[in-house]
Every structure is written in C-alpha cells, then in structure tokens.
Nanobody
Framework: QVQLVESGGGLVQAGGSLRLSCAAS????????MGWFRQAPGKEREFVAA?????YYADFVKGRFTISRDNAKNTAYLQMNSLKPEDTAVYYC??????????????????WGQGIQVTVSS
C-alpha cells in the first residue's frame, strides 16, 4: 500500500531553518505531484507548496521555503528558511496523481502522510 512518511520536524527559533523530508513507497513516485500542507491549532489545513515539473508556493512562503524532489530516492523535501512563529503547525506531505498543472486543493491529493510537528519559538 501507499505510504508517505515525514521526517525532519522539531523546535527551532525564529529566523532558523528546518528541512522536512517525505519518503514515499507503494506508488510510481515520478508521476505524482507532491505537495506540502500545514495545519495550525484551530485552523484549516492549508496549501504550502507543490512540485510536479514545476514548483508552486503559497504567497506566505514565497522566498522562504523551497520544495524539491529526488525521484531516484522517492523523496520530496521542503526546505524552510527564515522561519516565523506563525509557521508553527503540523506539516503534511501529500501525493496527487496529477501532472502538469498546479494542484492546490486538498481533495485532489489521494495520499497523505501522518504529519509532523514544526514549532517556531519567538
């Protein structure tokens, strides 16, 4: 079965960096758009970034976060720099069997990881 496993979260001070990884198995990784979402307490899960042949970002992370993928390792990454306390959330990796366009909506993603906590202290 399909599994997406996130790693790399934790506690960091404002201005610091973290790199999240999402290891995928059970799917043909190279044909899936990979996305990152986040959910803060009391808020809805929101789109952060996605990568297929191109990359797409939410406005609030442009210039700070970078999404990438290594198809040989079946892994997607989210490099997060200049972190702010408002970036504190559970971050989720997701996979959509859609290629060639931006995939922003949660319901377009078929598979999800379990989520990983990112906490940014002020």
């Amino acid at each position: 079965q399909v599994q997406l496993v996130e790693s790399g979260g934790g506690l960091v001070q404002a201005g610091g960096s973290l790199r999240l990884s999402c290891a995928a198995s059970g799917l043909t990784f190279r044909i899936y758009t990979m996305g990152w979402f986040r959910q803060a307490p009391g808020k809805e899960r929101e789109f952060v970034a996605a990568i297929s042949g191109n990359t797409y970002y939410a406005d609030f992370v442009k210039g700070r976060f970078t999404i990438s993928r290594d198809n040989a390792k079946n892994t997607a990454y989210l490099q997060m720099n200049s972190l702010k306390p408002e970036d504190t959330a559970v971050y989720y990796c997701a996979a959509a069997q859609i290629w060639g366009r931006a995939v922003f909506r949660r319901d377009e993603y078929a598979y999800w990881g379990q989520g990983i906590q990112v906490t940014v202290s002020s």
